[in-house]
């Protein structure tokens, strides 16, 4: 069995789960950080430290030279993936096959959620109703517009990841959420003060969604959806689902915007139906438990179809998967041109 050597550049911790996943394969992973205790460079068995501050057409001058030098065969692009999509002929010269989500101006129109919305098909899903504000003033004039006996309001911020800067708006501080845990509202008072402050980034207003929220994690190449794991949040666990209509809407997703990698978008019920929140073009926090719950190696998917074997997976359904967290002692010992000794 011929080892394929994959490089993981610079990403977010769940990149570690999929460096696991390839374990007993014929995928070598070789993992690249600025923090020397970031989990996937103790997840792989190559591991080396970029440069810190390097980005732009520098990073990828870097990154090619990189690849070169370590006999990178497939590599798998997190930082600066949306300017590395302009240069996947030059990586190809070179022997590498360069994954990215898509090409850049698709890449920069899905970050950008108000952009994305106004693109968006509803014929695929619904979306809530929605503006933008980034001031004041028209946060006020937003909220007048969008004003619904019965439903609330939320904000976030129009580039983001995760949940940084999402807050569903009240007319009144509730003590019983804030001491129970529940950070994410705001009074709409407190907007306003934040607002005053200055500094206020393209902002989305809308119309808050009460139903259950799911996250669809998938595999995709060149537009071809290869797998799509449903999973539903609730408590401390999570389900995975039997929903063809959500994996049709990811195939439709997929062929729609070209994509290639691991992709995920999120959904909330209203009246029972779900609404498009946002896709984001690389793995979700929970693809790890997407993985475990459905049983499709959503890592060796993907490479497979990048060197040449494209199949789709359909995984387990109506089980239901939670996370356990374990701790482990790393070694911080890894230099840019040292392989590091594993704990």
């Known amino acids: 069995m011929t080892p394929v050597h994959v490089w993981f550049n610079k990403s977010f911790a769940v990149t570690a789960a999929l460096i696991h996943a390839l ?14 205790t970031h989990a996937s460079l103790h997840a792989a068995p190559q591991a080396f430290l970029e440069p810190r501050g390097l980005v732009g057409e520098a990073y990828v001058a870097w990154a090619l030279d990189t690849a070169r030098s370590r006999g990178i065969d497939v590599m798998v692009a997190a930082k600066e993936r949306e300017l590395l999509a302009d240069h996947v002929a030059d990586f190809a010269a070179a022997g590498v096959t360069l994954i990215t989500p898509a090409p850049r101006e698709i890449q920069l129109l899905l970050e950008h959620k108000d952009a994305f919305l106004r693109d968006w098909d509803a014929s695929i899903l619904p979306i809530p109703r ?37 807050r569903v708006l009240t007319e ?4 019983r959420s804030f001491y129970g845990g529940e950070l994410y509202q705001m009074t709409y008072a407190a ?17 808050t969604l009460e139903g259950a929220e799911r996250s669809i994690d998938c595999v995709a190449w060149q537009g071809e959806l290869l797998s799509a794991t ?19 809407a990811a195939t439709r997703i997929a062929a729609r915007y070209g994509l290639s990698g691991l992709f995920n ?5 209203q009246t029972g139906v779900a609404h498009m929140l946002e896709i984001n073009a690389r793995a979700s926090g929970g693809t790890y ?22 199949r789709r997976e359909h995984g387990r359904v109506d089980v239901v998967v939670a996370e356990h967290k374990t701790g482990r002692v790393v070694h911080t010992a890894v230099s840019e041109d040292t392989t590091r000794v594993p704990a």
């Not at 374990?23 to 923090?35: E, I």
């Not at 907007?191 to 207003?205: F, N, W």
Request: glycine share 6%; net charge neutral; with cysteine.
């Open 130 to 166: 929605w503006t933008t504000f980034r001031s004041r003033e028209s946060f006020d004039a937003a909220v007048a517009e969008l004003e619904t006996p019965g439903l609330r309001l939320c904000m976030k911020p129009a580039r983001g990841i995760y949940a940084s800067g999402f």
């Open 289 to 310: 438990l997407a993985m475990a719950g459905s049983g499709v190696n959503s890592a060796t998917l993907l490479l497979d179809a990048a060197t040449g074997n494209v």
């Open 230 to 248: 449903v999973r539903r949040k609730f408590d401390s666990a999570q389900k995975i689902e039997d929903r063809p209509d959500l994996v049709q």
């Open 265 to 269: 978008f999120q959904t909330k019920d």
């Open 23 to 36: 374990n007993g394969t014929r995928y070598v992973a070789h993992a690249s950080h600025t923090d020397a």
């Open 172 to 175: 009144r501080p509730s003590p």
């Open 191 to 207: 907007a306003r003060e934040l607002m005053d402050a200055g500094d206020t980034p393209l902002m989305l207003l809308m119309h």
